[in-house]
């Protein structure tokens, strides 16, 4: 090689270093590494927001695995036309941007929005496999296993001449080389060989994902992926002046700081004392029909609230709650002398980000409350509980249920947070 060529390699060198080490997440997928490799999965139509949040820390987790060896990214399935959020429009899908703190996600595993995922690779997946159950059921035994199996369930995958098949991924037509229904049960790690032995496929989307249950519920890691899971800074700051304006209550008097690194925020139990206020998560709509004795009427849920802030020495009572306006406003005249606040959004937020971003703003404005009480197997409830634990208060003050028919219930089960 002469002098000349020399020079021109020790400068192509310097540039790709120099690239590779100035990259974002963002320009850093642009220029992309050969062996990389994307994971997508979605979760059953029928599920609600705060089990698909669930779901994501079961799939975390198995990319998290994948990892050890390969090069995996995990696409953020994008959140949309579920059930409860009327006010988001049919057929419209957000990313997850809009929700949480991608950069946060990233610090745990490599994520990436879909939408980008469609510019870098283009609307193909190379394998799809659609989760089931055995349709002979669990045969007694439990044992982790997976088989091909014959489509239980409806899809929207069809084959084409050539072979390949074509189905929609969040209302984009996505061409798939390989599609299969699995029969499954086991945890997402159970799929750990199926997915490694795939390696003709560049990309891999599992659908149904839920029907994988965790590696290790409430573990070390479920806390580790449960935390990376920050909320959206626009959402945290809107439940941040609610509190300041109509709840008297701020980070640094309620002692709620955290840091702006997940992985740096370790609060000591008890640590948190939160705002002056009692926070109720109260959960109606299809659960008055479908939890019956275990929901309370609406007279016995101000009992209960009375009794609380009367043992809380407090006067303020913050309510989130998917009640229609009438119940709501009967609730309120139920408790004479204290103040009932409701967070209600200004237009332009609604607009912007949808009934799913109302509700997360209920639920960090119920996290910073002083005591904290839920809705039973509600999972919207246990996110609230999750999110105390991460800022450290004390068990008695978070893990509460109202009870319905019988006063003396059993509270819920305390999912404590590890390290
Ligand atoms: N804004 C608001 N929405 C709620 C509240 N409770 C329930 N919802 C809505 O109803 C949905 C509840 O569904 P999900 O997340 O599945 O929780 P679960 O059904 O209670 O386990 C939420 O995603 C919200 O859209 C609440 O207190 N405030
Ligand atoms: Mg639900």
Known sequence: MDNCNKTLLIILTLLITFQRATCTQETCREGR??????????????????????????????????????????????????????????????????????????????????????????????STYVLQNYAEGWGGKWEEKYDKRPCIERHNFEQRDDGSWSGQMWATKVKTDNFTCLSIQGQAATLLPLIQRDLTSRSVFIGRAETILHDEYGGKWYWAARRSMRFARHLREEATRFRRDYLGSDDKQDKTEVKDDWRDTKPKRGAAVGGPY???????????????DEVPSLKKAAQQIKKLLQNENLTSVFIATDAPVMELQELESLLPGYKVVHYKPSTDFLHKWGDGGVAIVDQIICTHARLFTGSYESTFSFRIQEEREILGFEERRTFNRLCGKKSNCDQPAKWRIIY
Do not use: C, M
Not at 278 to 292: C, E, P, S, T
């Open 33 to 126: 590494r050969n062996d990389e490799r994307y994971l997508l999965y979605d979760v059953n139509p029928g599920e609600g927001f705060n089990l698909r949040r669930d779901v994501y820390i079961r799939v975390a987790n198995l990319i998290r695995k994948l990892n050890d060896v390969d090069n995996w990214v995990l696409v953020l399935p994008p959140w949309g036309n579920l059930y409860h959020w009327q006010n988001v429009r049919p057929g419209l899908y957000v990313p997850w941007k809009n929700f949480f703190d991608v950069e946060s996600l990233n610090k745990w595993i490599p994520v990436t929005e879909f939408n980008d995922y469609l510019k870098t690779e283009g609307a193909t997946v190379g």
């Open 278 to 292: 009692i926070a109720v998560h109260l959960r109606r709509k299809d659960f008055v029909r479908a939890r019956g």
